[in-house]
């Protein structure tokens, strides 16, 4: 069975800085994709980036950007110059490749990110 | 406007009562979803469905029910049988298929209180 594991209960960063929230899986499947999801205080979930396990190349969507070491099953994501706005639970999650999918999401414990101003 | 709405947001429900939480979406996605959230335990699959008249439990189905009738509808049903139902439920939908994004779309959640 998969697992997916933040070892972060909660960070806070100043404005305008960089942080990295930490992530660690463990699977035997080598065709997967893992996902980075933001839950802010309105409690709507947002996914934030995506990665799959194919791709060497690192996912990055402005602002967030991940270091996915499959060999580690490490999968960190880090954001640079932080927003206020960025302040919110971040939820990292295994999905298993096609060709067993479901589509069904494994969810880490989650990482609460505050942004100091 | 494309996407998931849950209703209601806020639900309380006495010891005993079955409720029922809706769930509807207009993405024309195969798969849907039903979570629930508790605090410092992340998110854990319920049930879920590929297509219609068909559906799995997923790794805290008891005490849940639901149906998928439609496509675009997956309705949860929380029973008096489900212990500690207080809670936030959220819902998601997923296209699947080769070449299809693998990702799910979350609704806002629903907020389930058991007085």
């Known amino acids: 069975a998969q697992t997916v594991t933040q070892s972060q209960p909660e960070m806070s960063v100043q404005e305008a800085e960089t942080v990295t929230l930490s992530c660690t899986y463990d699977?035997?499947?080598?065709?997967?994709?893992l996902f980075w999801y933001k839950q802010p205080p309105s409690r709507q979930m947002i996914l934030v980036i995506r990665?799959?396990?194919?791709?060497?190349q690192n996912a990055t969507e402005n602002r967030f950007s991940v270091n996915f070491q499959k060999a580690a099953k490490s999968f960190s994501l880090k954001i640079s110059d932080s927003q206020l706005g960025d302040t919110a639970m971040y939820f990292c999650?295994?999905?298993?490749?096609?060709?067993?999918?479901?589509?069904?999401?494994?969810f880490g414990t989650g990482t609460l990110l505050a942004v100091q101003p | 406007d494309g996407g998931i709405t849950q209703s209601p947001k806020y639900l309380f429900r006495k010891e005993g009562q079955n409720v029922t939480l809706s769930c509807e979406q207009n993405l024309n996605h195969d798969a849907m979803y039903w979570y629930r959230q508790d605090p410092g335990q992340g998110l854990r699959l319920i049930y879920y469905?590929?297509?219609?008249?068909?559906?799995q439990k997923g790794d805290i189905a008891e005490g849940y029910s639901v149906s998928r009738e439609k496509k675009e509808s997956f309705p949860l049903t929380v029973t008096s049988a489900q212990k500690n139902p207080t809670a936030f439920y959220l819902c998601?939908?997923?296209?699947?298929?080769?070449?299809?994004?693998?990702?799910?779309?979350f609704g806002p959640g629903t907020r389930l209180t058991v007085l």
């Open positions: 999650a295994f999905m298993k490749g096609y060709g067993g999918a479901t589509n069904k999401l494994i």
């Open positions: 469905s590929q297509i219609v008249n068909d559906f």
């Open positions: 990665q799959e396990a194919y791709k060497q």
């Open positions: 699977t035997s499947e080598n065709n997967y994709y």
């Open positions: 998601a939908s997923s296209p699947l298929g080769q070449g299809a994004r693998n990702e799910q779309f």
